[in-house]
């Protein structure tokens, strides 16, 4: 069993800046491939941004070159680091992780980008 607590939304300008925090608890962390996901309403769910065991990542192209994850297992923790923040990055974002058939979900947190 896998818990995930995300931290670090808000609301924030235009071009501005957010780093979202998921710390986990409950399992191995080392071993998940883990996930930042957002749902707009009347939108479905996206990944955003994705991170495995070992190290390597993958973004939406809708945020390449402007959000970064990171992912520290000595701290059981992963990271978005959102840049040039834009209107249609407002969301709530997910943390997931994931193992063979595991998958486990952060109650969300809100990234509102507002002028």
């Known amino acids: 069993q896998v818990q995930l607590v995300e931290s670090g939304g808000g609301l924030v300008q235009p071009g501005g800046s957010l780093r979202l925090s998921c710390a986990a608890s409950?399992?191995?962390?080392?071993?998940?491939?883990m996930n930042w996901y957002r749902q707009a309403p009347g939108k479905q769910r996206e990944l955003v941004a994705a991170?495995?065991?070992?190290?390597?990542?993958n973004y939406a192209d809708s945020v390449k070159g402007r959000f970064t994850i990171s992912r520290d297992n000595a701290k059981n923790t992963v990271y978005l680091q959102m840049n040039s923040l834009k209107l249609e990055d407002t969301a709530v974002y997910y943390c997931?992780?994931?193992?063979?058939?595991?998958?486990?979900w952060g109650q969300g947190t809100q990234v509102t980008v507002s002028s």
């Open positions: 997931n992780a994931r193992r063979t058939i595991q998958n486990f």
């Open positions: 409950g399992s191995i962390f080392s071993l998940y491939a």
């Open positions: 991170i495995t065991s070992g190290g390597s990542t």
